[in-house]
Structures are given as structure tokens and as C-alpha cells.
């Protein structure tokens, strides 16, 4: 083969040698056994609620446990989503509340930050760094805490047994690490881009919305998602605050499963896992957003 053959097959030799299979090595091995063994850890809780909740009561109490159920029926789930149904109406209502209560703290909890955060990254002033940092004193804390001190307040406010009771306070825990979250990611947007314009004629205000705003989507969302659940699982203010059982939210009204002496089983898994949907949707359709504004916002251009 003369030397100008060779140079004209040289492109398609590296071609081939590129697209060559690289063999697995051991470390390669023992990622994959290790992401198995996490996914398995991470689903055999919720295949088993499922497999629980698609079980007659006495099924669920056999032991040894039935693994699998030999008579799966769909009862549980139809009395719960059911209108007709006391337990079906009870559940529905506690799911609207849920979902007022967390929809209100996540847009409430988006507007608040996203100012918030992006006077931090953009504007110097005193005691910036002093503010910023004790925006995170009270994850220092556990959330109980702050139980009686919240309880008093808003019982001054009169607002207990009011959804806002739980909004303010679910904000107080929500906004923190969504200011901090935030503010890295605008961190990580160059500021010419807000220069420039600035120099073709915008204010400040309309480059933020017209630049900023849109390359901060992934972040906005990322925040929205934690908002949202926060709100969505929370327990212990929700039990404390209200006491009227048409406000009650999902994670309280579970309780309507468990009696004295028995505990309806099949039907708190189902009402368990209907619960988990939302968020589990909710995080699947937006999770790119979620692990973008996490990457982009932790490394500073």
C-alpha cells in the first residue's frame, strides 16, 4: 500500500479503533454491582408497599408473609379514590389540602427566593456575607425546635388551624437553602450578559427578567421541586397546627388507618403509595432540571 493509500485509510483505521468496545475492568464491575445493590435498596420498600396494598387484610398478616400475593385485588385503591366512599371523600379532601398547601408554599417560596438570591450574587453591600450565612443558622436545628415557639406566634397571628399556619412556617424552612441553591446558580451566570443588555437600552430590572430569568429556568424548577415536597411529607407542624379534620393534610390523615386494636394495613400502604405518586411524577419529568441546576450552580465560571 503506498504512503497515500495509507494516509487516505488512516481516518477510517481511527474510525474503527474509536468505535472498538472498551472491556469492563474491575472497578467498572464493582460500580455497576454497587448502583444494583442502591436501586434495589432504594425500590424494595416501594414494591413492597405496592405488593401490601393490592392485599386482603388477612393476607397481610399471614406469617410467614406472602410475598406475592396470590389474590391480588385493587379494593384498597377504589375505596380511596372513590367519592362515594366516606374513606374516599375523607382521603380526597386531605389530598386538596396537600396539594393547596404545597402549591401555595412553593410559588410563594420561588417568588421570595429568586430576588432574594439574586441580590446576593449580584449586589454588594454591608454585612452581606453575614446575612447570607445566617440564612442557614436554622438548619442547624431540627424542626422541632421550633414547634412551640412557631405554635405561639401563630396562635397570635390567630392563624392556627388555618393552612396559612403551615405556609409561613413551611416558607421558614423551605426559603434557606432555596436562597442558597439559587444564588449559586446565578453565580455561575456570567454578568456581561446582564451588561450587554444593559448597554442596548434594558433597565436592570428588564435584563433580569429578559436574561437572567431565563437561564435560571433549571434552577427555578430545582427549587420548586424541593419546595414542593418539603411541604408535600412534612408531619409535625400539619399534627400540631390543625385540629379541624376537614384541613387535614395526607401525612395526618394516614392516621384514619389505624385504630385501638387493629390497623387496616393493605388500605394505609395504598393510601401510602397514592400519596408518594405526585412526587415521584413530579421529580421524573423534571429531575434533568433538578441535577442541571445542581452541577451548573456548583461550579462557579
Known amino acids: 500500500m503506498s504512503a497515500s493509500e495509507q494516509a487516505a485509510a488512516a481516518p477510517a483505521l481511527a474510525r474503527t479503533a474509536r468505535r472498538k468496545p472498551r472491556r469492563m475492568g474491575g472497578w467498572d464491575w464493582t460500580r455497576w454491582i454497587f448502583l444494583t445493590l442502591l436501586l434495589i435498596y432504594a425500590t424494595a420498600p416501594i414494591v413492597w408497599m405496592f405488593l401490601t396494598s393490592i392485599k ?9 408473609p406472602e410475598w406475592i400475593p396470590k389474590e391480588p385485588t385493587l379494593e384498597h385503591y377504589i375505596r380511596l379514590l372513590s367519592p362515594q366512599e366516606e374513606t374516599g371523600r375523607e ?7 396537600s396539594l393547596w398547601v404545597s402549591t401555595a408554599t412553593t410559588v410563594i417560596g420561588v417568588v421570595i427566593a429568586v430576588p432574594a438570591a439574586y441580590a446576593f450574587s449580584r449586589f454588594r453591600f454591608p454585612g452581606r456575607k453575614l446575612l447570607f ?4 443558622v436554622r ?12 405554635f405561639i406566634m401563630m396562635r397570635w397571628l390567630r392563624l392556627v388551624n388555618t393552612s396559612w399556619s403551615l405556609i409561613l412556617t413551611y416558607l421558614t424552612f423551605g426559603l434557606p437553602l432555596s436562597i442558597w441553591l439559587l444564588k ?7 454578568v456581561q450578559l446582564e451588561q450587554a443588555a444593559r448597554i442596548d437600552g434594558a433597565t436592570r430590572f428588564q435584563a433580569f427578567i429578559r436574561v437572567v430569568m431565563p437561564l435560571s429556568t433549571p434552577g427555578i424548577i430545582a427549587t420548586a421541586i424541593y419546595s414542593f415536597i418539603l411541604a408535600w411529607n412534612e408531619y409535625v407542624y400539619a399534627l400540631t397546627f390543625l385540629n379541624d379534620k376537614s384541613k387535614l393534610t395526607l401525612p395526618v390523615g394516614l392516621e384514619r388507618f389505624f385504630a385501638q386494636y387493629t390497623t387496616n394495613w393493605p ?3 395504598a393510601a401510602a403509595f397514592v400519596m408518594s405518586v405526585p412526587v415521584v ?7 434533568k432540571y433538578f441535577v442541571r441546576a445542581l452541577t451548573e450552580g456548583a461550579v462557579k465560571s
Do not use: H, T
Not at 133 to 136: F, H, Q
Open 56 to 64: 386482603g387484610q388477612f393476607a397481610a398478616l399471614q406469617y410467614p
Open 91 to 97: 382521603f380526597l379532601r386531605y389530598g386538596l389540602n
Open 133 to 136: 450565612y445566617s440564612v442557614l
Open 139 to 150: 438548619n442547624m436545628f431540627p424542626a422541632v425546635v421550633f414547634l412551640i415557639p412557631l
Open 184 to 190: 449559586g446558580f446565578y453565580d455561575n451566570i456570567p
Open 267 to 269: 388500605g394505609l400502604m
Open 281 to 287: 411524577i413530579l421529580f421524573l419529568i423534571l429531575q
